[in-house]
């Protein structure tokens, strides 16, 4: 049995293990044993309770996270992760992802029991997140399943925290796939994320169901996935607005790419608040919020929550009476119960009436660790404003 590193918990420091959240913080830690940073570690109980196995991160506050709850010695070696690899993959397969879609999360860290692993898959290309050094030395066992078991002939490893983007089998610029009935492409490497936003691909199917003989308003654009959906959907006409210049170039790419005679596509490069500040009342009765995250650590939360509010408070104000104002935050730090306050604040101070109509949230492919609530950053609502 192969020996591994050990950390001894605080007493009563072991409910949220046996609770089987996967962060363990510093604080509930007694002491460490033959561990660096990257290791394998036991986690046990300050009466010397095996709880389970995790990553040691010393230099983190987060200083271990566990992927195996167990009270019986494990081995933990190549045919370990892939089983969790297969396991991950299945649940794919179950769900029916691969045929709705060419671009889908096989890995989605906690949610799939591998802490510290994102990898995405864009038709014969993977991208592979890999944020802490314990995952790093189980990369080569993920690429040996993507090759072998799933074909996949390109995997980029997306620089994070340890390490500079690199081709691990392949070389590719930019895939081109399949989403439902609409093409698009992505560029691993210089892309947001992975290349694309993979988690919202129910949440644009939605706006395809809703938007016809619609004036849509897709804020925070990037490179116009919303707005293909829409105009699937018959809108009217759809306005793509965004700081980027480079992303409405590939918003304007896509559209050609799935509606090459369409007319009813604007692209405008502006600041979203200043724009929704500045157009007039009753332009839209569909707007779109999908801004990037406005916090990314606790001690920002409260700034966050003040331009969230504006955001939808503006929207509130200015769309036309019976519209849909389709909302998301994708900060971590703003709770879903803590959005919802968000726009109750904006709605009340809009003195409109408005109404839930769906809440929203990540692909099915994005599984939430139901022990892990961290795990649920996309927080969206549909709403209609009387």
């Not at 698009?184 to 938007?211: H, I, M, W, Y």
Request: charged share 25%.
């Amino acid at each position: 049995m192969v020996s591994w590193g050990k950390i001894v918990l605080k007493k009563k420091k072991e409910r949220s293990v046996c609770n089987r959240h996967p962060w363990l913080y510093s604080g509930a830690i007694e002491y460490v044993e033959n561990a660096k940073e990257g290791d394998i570690v036991e986690v046990y109980t300050a009466q010397k309770q095996l709880l389970g196995y995790g990553h040691y991160s010393p230099r983190s506050t987060i200083a271990c996270r566990l992927f195996c709850f167990t009270a019986e010695s494990q081995s933990i070696d190549a045919v370990f992760w892939r089983k969790k690899l297969e396991n991950a993959w299945q649940y794919r397969q179950n769900l029916g992802i691969p045929q709705k879609t060419e671009a889908y999360r096989l890995v989605n860290a906690e949610g799939d029991y591998l802490p510290g692993l994102i990898i995405d898959i864009y038709q014969d290309t993977a991208v592979m997140q890999i944020r802490t050094a314990g995952m790093q030395c189980m990369k080569y066992t993920a690429l040996s399943f993507l090759v072998e078991r799933l074909g996949i002939a390109h995997v980029l490893e997306k620089g994070e925290i340890l390490t500079e983007s690199t081709w691990l089998k392949g070389n590719k610029r930019e895939v081109f796939f399949k989403e439902y009935n609409y093409t698009f492409s992505a560029e691993p490497l210089e892309g947001q994320k992975t290349g694309f936003f993979l988690d919202q691909r129910e949440n644009r199917k939605l706006v395809e169901t809703l938007a016809a003989e619609r004036y849509v308003l897709n804020a925070f654009s990037y490179t116009g996935s919303f707005g293909i959906y829409a105009l699937g959907g018959r809108a009217k006409h759809v306005t793509s607005v965004d700081v980027s210049k480079a992303a409405l170039e590939k918003a304007q790419k896509h559209v050609a790419m799935n509606f090459p005679y369409a007319r009813n596509h604007t692209s405008i490069q502006s600041d979203c608040f200043d724009y929704l500040r500045q157009i007039s009342k009753d332009s839209f009765d569909f707007i779109i919020l999908d801004p990037p995250a406005f916090t990314k650590h606790i001690s920002t939360v409260e700034r966050a929550a003040r331009g969230y509010k504006d955001l939808n408070l503006k929207a509130i104000q200015k769309i036309k009476a019976q519209g849909y104002l389709l909302t998301f935050s994708c900060s971590q730090h703003i709770s879903p119960q803590l959005f919802r306050q968000i726009i109750f604040a904006a709605a009340a101070d809009a003195g409109r009436e408005v109404r839930i109509v769906q809440i929203l949230g990540a692909s099915p492919d994005h599984p939430i660790d139901i022990y892990h609530p961290e795990g649920e950053y996309l927080k969206g609502l549909l709403l209609q404003v009387e």
